[in-house]
């Protein structure tokens, strides 16, 4: 079964410098998802990125946050000056065309650590 | 903005007891899924609920969407070892295509 596949699995980062999170999502999807789980908590929704451009994003996608999809498979999202509060598990998502009604496949995840 | 609340945060059973967990949305749902994340893995996609009243069955999981399009469950029963991990509601308001997920209720079940 095709899957969604993160790099890198863990990231140690020193607080302030950039970081960038990968994703090659399921090849026929077309929409795409970042989302954040600190330790213990809940899944939130970070930003959704479809044709190209952000469709939605969340109050916690500030600045500080950006995505893009480089080339035809891969899908980055970049931190550009990490804070503490940025250590969590960050998931990449996507899913097939009509998204509202669409599951979401997940990959396993990058652990983030600013330190 | 659109909130989901989930109950109970956690839940300790022995196998073979049956377990329940609800999921409550701030606004009307134009649908529901449910995805179950094991320890140390990712959200992995259960089932999604669309229609008001519907109830969706998987082997011995049952998920039910409530009449107002407010509300859901997910009720395991004769719960066994591999059902541990935490239970996720995720919410898609009318209107929004952001999924809002709920809390999540973590599941332990005991031998």
């Known amino acids: 079964e095709p899957e969604v596949t993160q790099t890198p699995s863990h990231q140690v980062t020193q607080m302030g410098q950039e970081v960038i999170l990968r994703c090659v999502p399921i090849?026929?999807?077309?929409?795409f998802y970042w989302y954040r789980q600190i330790l213990g908590q809940k899944v939130e929704f970070l930003v959704s990125?479809?044709?190209?451009?952000?469709?939605?994003k969340s109050e916690i996608f500030d600045d500080q946050f950006s995505v893009e999809r480089p080339d035809g498979s891969n899908f980055t999202l970049k931190i550009r000056s990490t804070k503490l509060e940025d250590s969590a598990m960050y998931f990449c998502?996507?899913?097939?065309?009509?998204?509202?009604?669409?599951?979401?496949?997940f990959g396993d995840g990058t652990r983030l650590s600013i330190l | 903005g659109q909130q989901v609340m989930q109950i109970p945060q956690y839940q300790h059973v022995q196998e073979g007891e049956d377990f329940t967990t609800y999921c409550n949305s701030s606004?009307?749902?134009?649908?529901i899924q449910w995805y179950k994340q094991r320890p140390g893995g990712h959200p992995v996609f259960l089932i999604q609920?669309?229609?008001?009243?519907e109830v969706k069955k998987q082997k011995r999981l049952t998920f039910q969407f409530g009449e107002a399009k407010k509300n859901s469950s997910l009720h395991i029963t004769a719960t066994q070892t591999t059902d541990v991990g935490t239970y996720f509601c995720?919410?898609?308001?009318?209107?929004?295509?952001?999924?809002?997920f709920g809390k999540g209720t973590m599941l332990l079940v005991s031998p």
């Open positions: 998502a996507s899913s097939e065309a009509s998204y509202s009604n669409q599951p979401q496949h």
């Open positions: 090849s026929n999807h077309l929409y």
């Open positions: 990125f479809y044709n190209n451009e952000i469709s939605e």
């Open positions: 606004t009307t749902l134009s649908n």
């Open positions: 609920l669309v229609k008001s009243g």
């Open positions: 995720a919410g898609r308001g009318s209107g929004y295509s952001t999924l809002t």
